[in-house]
Each structure stands twice: as C-alpha cells, then as structure tokens.
T-cell receptor, first 114, second 114 residues
Framework: AQSVTQPDIHITVSEGASLELRCNYS??????LFWYVQSPGQGLQLLLK??????LVQGIKGFEAEFKRSQSSFNLRKPSVHWSDAAEYFC????????????FGAGTILRVKS | EAGVAQSPRYKIIEKRQSVAFWCNPI?????LYWYQQILGQGPKLLIQFQNNGVVDDSQLPKDRFSAERLKGVDSTLKIQPAKLEDSAVYLCASQGVRGGGEQYFGPGTRLTVT
C-alpha cells in the first residue's frame, strides 16, 4: 500500500534559522513526489515537485528538497526561514501507474518565532 | 490563467441534511479530483474523473456521497444524508495533460455538520 509519513506534527524554528521537514514514503511504483503548503483557510499551493533527473529540486519561496531513493525520503529544506513561512506543509506521492492520484502525509505545522 | 474555483466556501448543516459542493476546474484540464481533509489530517482522495468518466471512486462512501462531472467540466459533490464525521474541508483539484502530474487545488469548502 502507498503511504507517506511526516514524523513531525509540529516544528518551531526561529526566524532566520534553517529548516528541514521530513518525509518518508512507501510506494510500489516509480514515485512522483511533491511538497505543498497550506495557509489557514487556503487551498494547497505547490512548493516543488520531483519527477526524475536531478535529485535536488528547487521550488518557490526559496525551498528545496532532496530525493533519496535508498532512504525513501524527500525532505524539504530552507536555509533561512521567514515569519511568512508559518503554515502547514504536506508531502505527497503519486505515479502514473496509479493514475496520478496523490497520497498525502498528515502534515507538519511550522511555527516561526521572532 | 484562472485557478480552480469552489463554492460555497463555508457550509453549516445539521446531521441528516443534504449538501452539495461545486467545483470549476482550470480551463482545459481533463482530470478532476475531490479530496476530503479532516482536521489534523492530510487530504484523502474521494473520487477522480477523467473528462466526464469516473477513474477511481474506491474511497467514496457511496451510500451517502455522490459526484458527477457533466460535460467534462464542472463537478458537483453531494452528501445525503450528512453525518457528524463528514465535517471536513472538501478540496477540488484539476490536472492538465501537460505539467507532468501536477495538481492545482481550489480553496476548498469547509463543511461543519452539527
């Protein structure tokens, strides 16, 4: 069965500090991997995606993620967090073999302290 | 281009009542998804349409939920009768042929069943 695990429910970081959000997946096909961000009362906005090729992908708002097949991980990073980054972050996995439907993790709530 | 539109944004109903949600995808997007996001969880796929045909409705509670996509454009999701556990945000997403599996999400409809 396909599943996505985000081990951290909440993370608090100081403004200007670096950030890493963890994501592990279990998937029976070649995965596409995504990170979405959701602000309160808003829909999901795509931060970045990995389909193939370079395992380090760059996204919007200064985020990047690295795909590590051996560890079944796709961790999200940002070198310097801004207060506006406070939101909930979701990792998701999909594939053409499964009709491109996405399986989401439970999310990580990021709090930024000044 | 215009994004995915959903209405209403908020709905409060009593249990055993019925409710309907509407989604207008991005123009030209053939694939449409409905997700249910319960508080504290990631979105879970309810149903996937390709044009006006159902691709996957394996997780749709068909005794009370129904969905249609007439003419392969707009879609409606209905719940009849609603239960307390249906309280959630209902997200609609669409996906084009190009873009490699990326789904674009609407703002969602927050349903509260009392």
């Amino acid at each position: 069965a396909q599943s996505v695990t985000q081990p951290d429910i909440h993370i608090t970081v100081s403004e200007g500090a670096s950030l890493e959000l963890r994501c592990n997946y279990s998937y029976g096909a070649t995965p596409y991997l995504f990170w979405y961000v959701q602000s309160p009362g808003q829909g999901l906005q795509l931060l970045l995606k990995y389909f193939s090729g370079d395992t380090l992908v760059q996204g919007i708002k200064g985020f990047e993620a690295e795909f590590k097949r051996s560890q079944s991980s796709f961790n999200l990073r940002k070198p310097s967090v801004h207060w506006s980054d406070a939101a909930e972050y979701f990792c998701a996995v999909g594939s053409m073999e499964y009709g491109n439907k996405l399986v989401f993790g439970a999310g990580t709530i990021l709090r930024v302290k000044s | 281009e215009a994004g995915v539109a959903q209405s209403p944004r908020y709905k409060i109903i009593e249990k055993r009542q019925s409710v309907a949600f509407w989604c207008n995808p991005i123009s030209g997007h053939a694939t449409l998804y409905w997700y249910q996001q319960i508080l504290g969880q990631g979105p879970k796929l309810l149903i996937q349409f390709q044009n006006n045909g159902v691709v996957d409705d394996s997780q749709l509670p068909k005794d009370r939920f129904s969905a249609e996509r007439l003419k392969g454009v707009d879609s409606t999701l209905k719940i009849q009768p609603a239960k307390l556990e249906d309280s959630a945000v209902y997200l609609c997403a669409s996906q084009g042929v190009r873009g490699g599996g990326e789904q674009y999400f609407g703002p969602g409809t927050r349903l509260t069943v009392t």
